[in-house]
């Protein structure tokens, strides 16, 4: 009883020191995968969703190139969203960090049985704590707890540990295989957890066989190692199976992301390096790396990496000859078979990432921590255990801090994007991101600084192309913004967010012929992605294309069979009224201003002109100083080509809110078509006119200015100042005779106007110049 007390004492004080150090994430974000993985992933919206999880393995993600057979993991994510409600990011943060602690309780008692069978000691209870809870306060594995579908690395891991808990405690479950049930649902969240078989087999090897690693190629010991695979081959054969099964299960469509499986492989060796070095050394993470794949073999850092390899190898087969020191030996085999699904021949997008270190860690804590524990027992025996203490307590408050800190870095998306730019400057994504974050504040400026640095790194990255289109539009810079939208899709035609966000463009601009090939597009790229689909429903309720409407809204409803927004448009196809009309009904149901003026700007944005004056006037009704209303019916009525309904309107708004830029913009564009089409008793005053003519001639359209100048002496002939406005043009176009010949009808009205005198004297001299060349 003496010996358990310090044990459960010593997991309670880890758990709570690692609470501690993750008291600051729970509230972080959803990053980067997550968005297709979970925010944008309708599937995980319904329970009853979960049995097509285990059937589709393109149910993981929106994007056809990310989806993986991965059913637990999306069935853990359905389960969270409905716990929650909807996306909140605490509820999935605190189901990933549960599981994080049960796998801390169980790495003690499996560090705490291979530390026994080396050497059983009081001493490995103190040990087994202090290296989990090293392992736990890891700033390496703070990646993997933040970032949330990460959990497919904490999931699988905890179930692989689940595992050898079984096998090593259970005599039953040992005997009647249910271990290998563990191992086949971490096989479900990620296919790194059939490297149970081969850890089993080392395991067996080591601590139950006794044998070395050397005594795998010993002929006298070939009877021992036949009976120690035979042992560990139902696990093989479990593990095998669900490698296969899951290749099967996992859709054609998804990629690795590499190119080039020889680079990817002479690289390696070095990334194994760089992961060794940031377990003693935790100042290089990063979300997203700028690492590149090594040119050839003769680079220095891939002989680097081979010799680390080697000698770490050669250690494995030294420290296994005696009993004493096989948990360094297991930990490092440990180390090396958890990075073979990701450091070998299969090219992944990313030559490297943090959260690839969580799962071959747990070998190397184990190794480390036991090499330490050796040297201390035969060095440092006489030193007093508080002095031992103390520098144990200031490693872990070291790598608690680190924790903290990485936390923060990972609460938002500013924060996190904003480290990738410092620790990885030449990752393209990471800078891309970073200006996602700033545009997301309204620093456009700075948004499109970042992206155009990612453009000089991947200048064919396509999602580059797309931002740039979305920090144009923000600004204003409505061709510019077409003109990246369409490069984007021009260099990443195979994936649906170009199509989606260049058809979000054209939809606020009601281009909605041009949309609608581009959402068809989207959806035969993603039929699982529902932001495509809602939109092309937009343009189908808007178009009253009532049985497309119905159709695609069924459709949806077979695999987001809650989503409101898609129930809505389903009641709309069967009501065949669009759902602005559906709006109208609710507001007159509780009529407010406000609403029926937003409703007004809906209409206007929908091409429905006679509907946004209806609805601008019933706003009007109830407020009638209601400046924005006024502007959005006169906008409706220069569109219906209403013009003295236009201007009257409009001038009500600026006289409710001279300021009101909309209404003066709408103003000018009457004033404009009026002036084209030659539209008589518009309305439209003298004063008009003239400010339409200054406008122009601000604008150095001198010859729209004069024109506008001649409509304001069609109202009024006696107005001086039209012909001064003339005079003034037609100097700034270098026509002196005709600016003398306005400037003298002015004067004849009003022989006093300076300004006027000014002119012509202008136009006299530049007259008598042009004589004398």
């Known amino acids: 009883m003496m010996t358990k007390r310090p044990l459960f004492i010593g997991i309670f004080l880890m758990l709570l020191l690692t609470l501690a150090a993750y008291s600051n994430h729970f509230n972080n974000s959803f990053h980067f995968d997550d968005f297709h993985t979970i925010v944008n992933n309708a599937n995980i919206r319904s329970l009853k969703n979960i049995p097509r999880f285990f059937a589709d393995g393109s149910t993981s993600s929106v994007l056809p190139q990310n989806q993986a057979y991965r059913p ?56 087994s704590l202090i290296a989990v809870t090293w392992y736990m306060l890891h700033p390496a594995n703070a990646e993997t707890v933040n970032y949330i579908i990460a959990r497919t690395d904490v999931q699988s891991t905890v179930f692989v540990l689940l595992a050898f808990v079984l096998y090593i405690f259970s005599p039953f479950c040992r005997k009647t295989f249910v271990y290998l ?41 070939f009877k021992q190692v036949k009976a120690v695979f035979i042992k560990t081959l139902p696990a093989f054969i479990c593990c095998i199976g669900l490698y296969v099964f899951t290749g099967i299960m996992t859709p054609k469509s998804w990629e690795p992301g590499g190119s080039s499986p020889l680079q990817y492989l002479i690289t390696q060796p070095f990334v194994i390096f760089h992961y060794f070095g940031q377990f003693f050394l935790p100042t290089g993470l990063s979300a997203d790396t700028d690492w590149r794949l090594l040119p050839s073999i003769w680079d220095i850092r891939f002989f680097a990496g081979c010799f680390f390899i080697l000698v770490m190898i050669v250690m494995a087969f030294y420290t296994s000859k005696k009993q004493e020191s096989r948990p360094v030996s297991y930990g490092i085999i440990w180390f090396f078979l958890a990075l073979i699904p990701t450091s070998s021949i299969i090219p992944l997008g990313e030559v490297l990432n943090d959260h690839r270190m969580y799962f071959p860690f747990i070998g190397l804590v184990m190794s480390v921590a036991w090499a330490i524990g050796l040297l201390i027992s035969k060095y440092c025996s006489h030193i007093k255990k508080p002095v031992l203490i103390l520098p144990v307590l200031l490693l872990l408050a070291t790598y608690a801090y680190g924790t903290w800190q990485r936390n923060k870095v990972w609460h938002t998306d500013d924060s996190l994007w904003h480290d990738v730019t410092i620790k990885s400057p030449q990752n393209s994504r990471g800078l891309m991101n970073y200006g996602l974050a700033k545009m997301n504040g309204g620093d456009y400026a700075t948004a499109e600084a970042y992206i155009r640095k990612a453009i000089n790194i991947a200048p064919e990255y396509s999602f580059l192309y797309t931002n740039l289109g979305i920090v144009k539009e923000n600004e204003g810079n409505l061709k510019r913004a077409d003109e990246y939208y369409q490069a984007g899709i021009e260099l990443g035609n195979t994936y ?99 609403k029926y003026a937003d409703l007004s700007q809906a209409n206007y944005q929908a091409r429905r002109y006679n509907e946004c004056v209806i609805t601008a006037k019933e706003a009007i009704n109830l407020n009638s100083q209601y400046a924005e209303a006024y502007n959005n019916m006169g906008a409706a009525y220069l569109k219906l080509q209403q013009y003295n309904n236009a201007v009257t309107a409009l001038k009500q708004a600026l006289a409710l809110k001279p300021g009101l830029e909309w209404a003066q913009n709408n103003l000018i564009d009457a004033e404009e078509d009026i002036e084209t089409k030659g539209i008589k008793n518009s309305g439209l005053t003298t004063i008009d006119f003239i400010n339409l003519s ?29 012909y001064n406005n003339i005079c003034a043009a037609y100097n700034q176009l270098g026509q002196w005779d005709k600016a003398i010949a306005a400037a003298k009808k002015g004067l004849a009205i009003n022989p006093n106007n300076q300004i ?18």
Not at 91 to 115: A, C, D, P, R
Not at 554 to 574: G, I, M, R
Request: net charge positive; aromatic share 14%; charged share 15%.
């Open 756 to 773: 006027l005198k000014n002119n012509m004297a202008e136009a006299v001299k530049g007259l008598q110049q042009r004589k004398t060349k």
């Open 72 to 127: 637990v993991v999306v069935t853990s994510l359905a389960i969270d969203y409905w716990l929650a409600g909807d996306y909140f990011s605490s509820y999935f943060q605190t189901s990933t960090f549960v599981l994080f602690l049960l796998q801390g309780i169980m790495m003690v008692f499996i560090f705490l049985k291979i530390f026994n069978q080396a050497r059983n000691t009081t001493i490995n209870i103190y040990l």
């Open 181 to 221: 049930i563990a191992v086949a649902i971490g096989a479900l969240c990620k296919t790194t957890a059939v490297m149970f078989a081969p850890l089993l087999f080392f395991y067996v090897l080591l601590f139950e066989a006794g044998l070395s690693l050397a005594d795998l190629f010993n002929k006298s010991h």
């Open 694 to 722: 200054l406008y122009y001639f601000n604008s150095r359209r001198y010859a729209n200015c004069i024109t506008a100048c001649n409509n304001a002496l069609a109202v009024n002939p006696a107005y001086d100042l039209a």
């Open 496 to 594: 649906p967010d170009p199509y989606t966000f260049y058809a979000k463009f054209l939809i606020k601009q009601c281009r909605y012929n041009e949309a609608r090939p581009l959402l068809l597009t989207a959806i035969k790229l993603s039929p699982l992605y529902v932001e495509p689909r809602l939109l092309l429903m937009n343009i189908y309720s808007m178009n009253s294309d009532w049985d497309k409407l119905k159709v695609l809204a069924q459709q949806t409803l077979e695999f987001s069979p809650q989503n409101q927004n898609v129930l809505n448009y389903l009641e709309a196809a069967k009501k065949k009224t669009n759902e602005l009309d559906i709006e109208d009904e609710k507001i007159r149901q509780a009529p407010s201003a406000i």
